[in-house]
């Protein structure tokens, strides 16, 4: 039977009215804080709503796209409601990239305006170079202040209006030169990521919470204090450019912060440093790790320390997040009462499945590539048809990710796909041996990596990093590993480091590792195969 509905608008609300709103409920309220400077949602809207106009009458329009790199400042998320409320995207780059860089990266994203700060000069510089912001250009610490100030008497800004895949955000997923990756972000869909995350992470959220932000607001931290302002809760930024875990829990302490995003390695130093016993941490309700799945060995020391308050998610930038969730409820220190190395169950609204290589759902415990689709996922990315052709198979988003899910939906990750080689023809993923190998009370880190072996094809090599104050050499290690790792899946060659390399988001750079081994020569069938 067919049914002749009305048409149906796809105009959404522009995400900047998400500002315009808090400000109307709650515009006394601390809207975000950075240390003795704290700023009302009254404040951070009017100030939005004159860059805004400022941004109008510089000529960007609906769909232009707005380069944009700066620390976490207090100006920084205000200017991303700006954009929004122009109807024009904003494309975030990570503050710790060089340079060229982020001008390479405005480039391809065909950026033709430009929001940076005065305390990255080269970077503002490479951006003049490159020529395509032109007079569009805005400098928090230069011209910001002064364009506020010129434009408040303009009153409240009238957001653009937009419709559902309208693009809001060009999320940078992976790449920093020749033509680096672009998820496209849209109105409709982050409308709904707001939701699931609040609903499913945060429940409960509100004008009473408070939370720290640790990482950088160019990609998931901004994510997560975009959440807050829908909700009118307080964000408080973090002093420096880096974390210090002992300022954290102060600012936990002299806030009562309730929530924080943030990675595995960084709950990692949260729970270990001497200043986790000196404040009081009673107010966390929810620490929500992502980016990589915890050690079990990490998770169980962040229970003790914070107690049951971690909340996990799986995602990634093109689908924001929104894939997987393990809640609160679901960790425990008691292995029997918990799905050990689970990260959780299909997100609302969303869907999961295992693929084969040929794009099939595989049934319950096998392993593949693991899809999601549902209303999270993006829009695809700018400007790169072969992205697109491997990441969107049958209708499914493929992430890239390897792992299989039991018979109740819970979802388990082997290890990225890349990560995997293959030795005498077995398929062997790092992260299963990773885990194994932190079970060992003298090691704190450790990361393997594939490299090229004239009889095997590829072998295991590992960089290890040994707990403070621990001692552990190759020999020993090699004769605990014989008893607790299959042969064929025993790293060849093993490296002690002082510390694993990571990038700004706290996640262990695999490639920086196995360039590390070339380097230092522990690792030369590596050397001798280029």
Same mark, same amino acid.
């Given at each position: 039977?067919?049914?002749?509905?009305?048409?149906?608008?796809?105009?959404?609300?522009?995400?900047?009215?998400?500002?315009?709103q808090?400000?109307?409920?709650?515009?006394?309220?601390?809207?975000?804080?950075?240390?003795?400077?704290?700023?009302?949602?009254?404040?951070?809207?009017? /100030?939005?709503?004159?860059?805004?106009?400022?941004?109008? !009458?510089?000529?960007?329009? !609906?769909?232009?796209?707005?380069?944009?790199h700066?620390?976490?400042?207090?100006?920084?998320?205000?200017?991303?409601?700006?954009?929004?409320?122009?109807?024009?995207?904003?494309?975030?780059?990570?503050?710790?990239?060089?340079?060229?860089?982020?001008?390479?990266?405005?480039?391809?994203?065909?950026?033709?305006?430009?929001?940076?700060?005065?305390?990255?000069?080269?970077?503002?510089?490479?951006?003049?170079?490159?020529?395509?912001?032109?007079?569009?250009?805005?400098?928090?610490?230069?011209?910001?202040?002064?364009?506020?100030?010129?434009?408040?008497?303009?009153?409240?800004?009238?957001?653009?209006?937009?419709?559902?895949?309208?693009?809001?955000?060009?999320?940078?997923?992976?790449?920093?030169?020749?033509?680096? !990756?672009?998820?496209?972000?849209?109105?409709?869909?982050? +409308?709904?990521?707001?939701?699931?995350?609040?609903?499913?992470?945060?429940?409960?959220?509100?004008?009473?919470?408070?939370?720290?932000?640790?990482?950088?607001?160019?990609?998931?931290?901004?994510?997560?204090?975009?959440?807050?302002?829908?909700?009118?809760?307080?964000?408080?930024?973090?002093s420096?450019?880096?974390?210090?875990?002992?300022?954290?829990?102060?600012?936990?302490?002299?806030?009562?912060?309730?929530?924080?995003?943030?990675?595995?390695?960084?709950?990692?130093?949260?729970v270990?440093?001497?200043?986790?016993?000196?404040h009081?941490?009673?107010?966390l309700?929810?620490?929500i790790?992502?980016?990589?799945?915890?050690?079990?060995?990490?998770?169980?020391?962040?229970?003790?320390?914070?107690?049951?308050?971690?909340?996990?998610?799986?995602?990634?930038?093109?689908?924001?997040?929104? @894939?997987?969730?393990?809640?609160?409820?679901?960790?425990?220190?008691?292995?029997?009462?918990?799905?050990?190395?689970s990260c959780?169950?299909?997100?609302?609204?969303?869907?999961?499945?295992?693929?084969?290589?040929?794009?099939?759902?595989?049934?319950?415990?096998?392993?593949?590539?693991?899809?999601?689709?549902?209303?999270?996922?993006?829009?695809?990315?700018?400007?790169?048809?072969?992205?697109?052709?491997? +990441?969107?198979?049958?209708?499914?988003?493929?992430?890239?990710?390897?792992?299989?899910?039991?018979?109740?939906?819970?979802?388990?990750?082997?290890?990225?796909?890349?990560?995997?080689?293959?030795?005498?023809?077995?398929?062997?993923?790092?992260?299963?041996?990773e885990?194994?190998?932190?079970?060992?009370?003298?090691?704190?880190?450790?990361?393997?990596?594939?490299?090229p072996?004239?009889?095997?094809?590829?072998?295991?090599?590992?960089?290890?990093?040994?707990?403070?104050?621990?001692?552990?050499?190759?020999?020993?290690?090699?004769?605990?590993?014989?008893?607790?790792?299959?042969?064929?899946?025993?790293?060849?060659? @093993? +490296?002690?480091?002082?510390?694993?390399?990571k990038?700004?988001?706290?996640?262990?750079? !695999?490639?920086?590792? /196995?360039?590390?081994? @070339?380097?230092?020569?522990?690792?030369?069938?590596?050397?001798?195969?280029?």
């Amino acid at each position: 039977m067919a049914f002749d509905f009305p048409r149906r608008s796809n105009r959404v609300m522009n995400l900047g009215h998400f500002l315009t709103q808090a400000a109307g409920r709650r515009g006394s309220h601390p809207a975000i804080v950075r240390g003795n400077q704290v700023r009302s949602y009254a404040e951070m809207n009017a /100030r939005a709503d004159a860059i805004a106009h400022a941004l109008t !009458k510089m000529g960007v329009r !609906k769909g232009d796209r707005v380069l944009m790199h700066s620390a976490n400042e207090l100006d920084y998320p205000e200017a991303m409601y700006a954009v929004w409320k122009t109807g024009a995207v904003i494309v975030p780059t990570n503050f710790r990239l060089g340079p060229e860089e982020i001008a390479r990266m405005g480039v391809a994203a065909g950026a033709n305006a430009f929001i940076g700060n005065a305390r990255f000069a080269d970077h503002v510089d490479a951006v003049r170079a490159a020529g395509f912001a032109r007079d569009r250009e805005i400098v928090i610490g230069d011209n910001y202040e002064g364009l506020v100030e010129g434009h408040a008497a303009d009153g409240p800004y009238r957001e653009a209006e937009v419709d559902y895949d309208d693009p809001a955000w060009f999320f940078f997923t992976s790449g920093t030169t020749g033509n680096p !990756k672009m998820a496209v972000l849209t109105h409709g869909q982050l +409308a709904f990521v707001f939701n699931n995350h609040a609903a499913d992470l945060m429940p409960g959220l509100s004008h009473t919470d408070a939370s720290l932000v640790i990482a950088p607001l160019s990609h998931g931290a901004g994510l997560h204090l975009f959440i807050q302002v829908a909700r009118c809760a307080t964000n408080v930024l973090m002093s420096g450019d880096g974390f210090d875990p002992a300022e954290a829990w102060a600012l936990i302490e002299k806030h009562r912060v309730s929530n924080m995003f943030t990675v595995p390695t960084i709950v990692k130093r949260l729970v270990e440093h001497e200043a986790a016993g000196r404040h009081d941490g009673s107010s966390l309700k929810h620490v929500i790790y992502a980016g990589a799945p915890m050690y079990r060995a990490d998770q169980k020391k962040a229970l003790e320390v914070l107690g049951p308050v971690l909340v996990q998610y799986f995602g990634m930038g093109e689908v924001t997040g929104a @894939i997987a969730w393990l809640p609160a409820d679901e960790h425990s220190l008691d292995d029997d009462k918990m799905r050990v190395g689970s990260c959780g169950f299909a997100r609302m609204g969303m869907e999961l499945a295992i693929l084969d290589d040929d794009g099939k759902a595989l049934p319950a415990g096998a392993t593949g590539v693991i899809a999601t689709r549902g209303p999270a996922v993006c829009a695809g990315y700018y400007d790169n048809d072969r992205a697109n052709e491997e +990441a969107f198979v049958n209708g499914w988003f493929v992430t890239g990710d390897v792992g299989h899910m039991d018979a109740d939906g819970y979802l388990y990750i082997t290890g990225r796909k890349s990560d995997m080689y293959i030795s005498g023809g077995s398929n062997i993923y790092p992260r299963e041996v990773e885990e194994k190998l932190l079970e060992h009370e003298a090691i704190a880190e450790v990361a393997i990596v594939g490299v090229p072996d004239p009889e095997w094809g590829e072998v295991g090599a590992a960089a290890v990093v040994v707990e403070e104050g621990a001692a552990l050499d190759e020999a020993a290690l090699r004769a605990w590993i014989a008893g607790n790792v299959p042969r064929y899946k025993q790293p060849r060659y @093993i +490296a002690f480091w002082d510390e694993l390399p990571k990038s700004g988001y706290g996640k262990v750079e !695999k490639k920086t590792v /196995r360039a590390r081994l @070339i380097e230092t020569g522990a690792a030369p069938a590596l050397q001798a195969a280029q």
